[in-house]
């Protein structure tokens, strides 16, 4: 399939349905890149995901993936408190977890880049 620049909702919903296709093993990872760029080319311009803070970010990843606080703390090699502060509102997510989430979850470190803390 060829894609082209993104120029409808209607666009939009198809790539992002093909993407969740893609996001399975032994997928083209050349295609997930495209259509990844794709995507975030459309909501950049349309501002389709607003600023979220990282926790609610980090909330709704653990949420979708079924992590529980210490899923996360052995995921990142921390300890569950440091999570747990975090997710809290305690404490700003320091640069080297930023790093292990954004590889983990397969996303940008920009994305977590909204802070909450108290």
């Known amino acids: 399939m060829k894609y082209k620049v993104i120029k409808s909702k209607e ?3 198809q790539y992002c349905a093909i993407l969740e296709q893609l996001l399975v093993p032994n997928s083209k990872a050349d295609e997930i ?4 760029l794709l995507i975030e080319s459309w909501d950049h311009e349309h501002d389709t995901v607003g600023e979220v803070d990282n926790v609610t970010l ?3 990843l653990m949420q979708e993936h079924g992590l ?3 899923d996360l703390a ?3 090699a921390v300890g569950p408190r440091l999570i747990s502060e975090i997710l809290n509102g305690k ?3 320091p640069s080297g977890m930023v790093r292990k989430l954004s590889e983990h979850f397969k996303l940008r470190e920009e994305v977590f880049a909204i802070g909450k803390a108290k």
């Open 11 to 13: 666009q939009y919903d």
């Open 33 to 36: 890149e495209l259509i990844t």
């Open 58 to 60: 980090l909330r709704f």
């Open 68 to 70: 529980r606080h210490n």
């Open 74 to 76: 052995d995921i990142l």
């Open 91 to 93: 404490r700003t997510m």
